[in-house]
C-alpha cells in the first residue's frame, strides 16, 4: 500500500508557473467602495473587469492613471488568462 501512494506523488508534479502580460490602454479606473481592497479598472481593449489590491505598489496606480489620461498603453501582468486581479503595471517599451 505504501508503494501505491508513493507512485502516486511521485507521478503529480506541479505545473511551471507563467504570468499572462497584455499590452492594453486604460478606458476608466473605478475608487474602491468603502468595504472593497480593490480598484476596478477597465480597458479599451477588453469588456472585463480588472481588479488592482490597494495594498498595490503606488507606481501601478500612477501608471494607470497616466494610461487613461494620455491614451497610451501599459503591460498588465496576471497570473493566469482568466484571473482579473492585477499583479503588476509596466510601461510599454517601443
Request: glycine residues 0%; aromatic residues 6%.
Amino acid at each position: 500500500m505504501l508503494a501505491c501512494t508513493t507512485s502516486v506523488f511521485a507521478r503529480h508534479h506541479k505545473k511551471k508557473h507563467t504570468v499572462v502580460e497584455q499590452t492594453m490602454t486604460v478606458a476608466a479606473i473605478r475608487p474602491a467602495q468603502t468595504n472593497e481592497t480593490f480598484v476596478r479598472v477597465t480597458f479599451l481593449q477588453s469588456q472585463r473587469f480588472y481588479r488592482l489590491p490597494n495594498d498595490s505598489d503606488p507606481k501601478f496606480m500612477a501608471r494607470l492613471k497616466a494610461s487613461e489620461q494620455m491614451h497610451i498603453p501599459v503591460v498588465i501582468k496576471r497570473e493566469t488568462e482568466q484571473s482579473d486581479i492585477i499583479l503588476s503595471v509596466e510601461n510599454k517599451v517601443n
